[in-house]
């Protein structure tokens, strides 16, 4: 099977570019004011408008209430909604619900304890995104190019699909998913050149990587 990828944080039409060149199935767009990625609504509008069929529409929000997400849904055209904050298993239900668009829920690891959270989200979210949890104190609850124990999910499935992430890049993300039996991935700044600005060598890097797992170790 082939891993299905995901490119997050994208801002610029080059990098809608580079991700349809390089294959990849989802584009993520970052609504979040701390983030390097973040984008106003018109221009996550513009971008969106340019990522072609066949790229899923991402938007990234962190503990957003009804009248962020009702103003990003009615702007920005979209196929998922990505939940990246402290979001209850009620709001992930109210969410889907309300907006009628599949919902990711992430969740954050750091040791086996963190490992129930997933179950819990199971039955309400369409998909789950597995990342690093952050640190205590971080701005960002993402995105901050930090690896988990990858091997905290070897022999683990889960009836929901699910992507990893965290600290992922092109030179280790066949270990991750040999490790994870992940069949979809996300990356952020493991593909930049400086936090916000992507590279589309390493766009193209990592999804030839991610689909060509050939482990190097
Ligand atoms: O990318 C961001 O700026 C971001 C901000 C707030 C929450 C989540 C964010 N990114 C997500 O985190 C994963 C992992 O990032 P990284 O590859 O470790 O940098 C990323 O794929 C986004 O889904």
Same mark, same amino acid.
């Given at each position: 099977?082939?891993?299905s990828? =995901?490119?997050?944080? *994208?801002?610029?039409?080059d990098d809608v570019?580079?991700?349809?060149?390089?294959? +990849?199935?989802?584009?993520?767009?970052?609504?979040?004011a701390?983030?390097?990625? #973040?984008?106003?609504?018109?221009?996550?509008?513009?971008l969106?408008?340019? &990522?072609?069929?066949?790229?899923?529409k991402?938007? *990234?929000?962190?503990?957003?209430?009804?009248?962020?997400?009702?103003? &990003?849904?009615?702007?920005?055209?979209?196929d998922?909604?990505?939940? #990246?904050?402290?979001?209850s298993?009620e709001?992930?239900?109210?969410?889907?619900?309300?907006?009628?668009?599949?919902?990711?829920k992430?969740?954050g690891?750091?040791?086996?304890?963190?490992?129930a959270? &997933?179950?819990?989200?199971?039955?309400?979210?369409?998909? *789950?995104?597995?990342? +690093? =949890?952050?640190?205590? #104190?971080?701005?960002?609850?993402?995105?901050?190019?930090?690896?988990f124990?990858?091997?905290?999910?070897?022999?683990?499935?889960?009836?929901?699909?699910?992507?990893?992430?965290?600290?992922?890049?092109?030179?280790?993300?066949?270990? +991750?998913? #040999?490790?994870?039996?992940?069949?979809?991935?996300?990356?952020?700044?493991?593909?930049?050149?400086?936090?916000?600005?992507?590279?589309?060598?390493?766009?193209?890097?990592f999804?030839?990587?991610?689909?060509?797992p050939?482990?190097?170790?």
């Open positions: 099977m082939t891993t990828v =995901k490119i997050c944080g *994208l801002k610029t039409t570019a580079a991700v349809a060149a390089a294959g +990849a199935r989802y584009a993520g767009l970052v609504f979040f701390k983030s390097p990625r #973040h984008l106003e609504i018109d221009q996550a509008r513009n969106a408008l340019e &990522i072609p069929e066949g790229v899923a991402v938007a *990234l929000t962190v503990n957003a209430d009804d009248a962020t997400l009702d103003a &990003i849904t009615a702007q920005v055209p979209l998922m909604l990505q939940l #990246h904050g402290k979001e298993v709001r992930v239900q109210e969410v889907r619900a309300r907006y009628g668009l599949p919902v990711m992430a969740i690891i750091a040791d086996e304890a963190d490992l959270q &997933i179950s819990t989200y199971t039955q309400v979210a369409d998909q *789950l995104l597995i990342d +690093a =949890k952050p640190p205590k #104190h971080a701005d960002l609850p993402g995105g901050n190019g930090l690896a124990d990858w091997r905290l999910l070897a022999g683990r499935r889960w009836a929901t699909p699910w992507m990893l992430a965290g600290g992922l890049n092109p030179e280790n993300v066949a270990e +991750a998913i #040999h490790l994870t039996g992940a069949t979809q991935v996300d990356v952020s700044s493991g593909v930049e050149s400086a936090p916000g600005v992507k590279n589309a060598k390493k766009i193209a890097d999804v030839q990587a991610a689909t060509n050939v482990p190097r170790f």
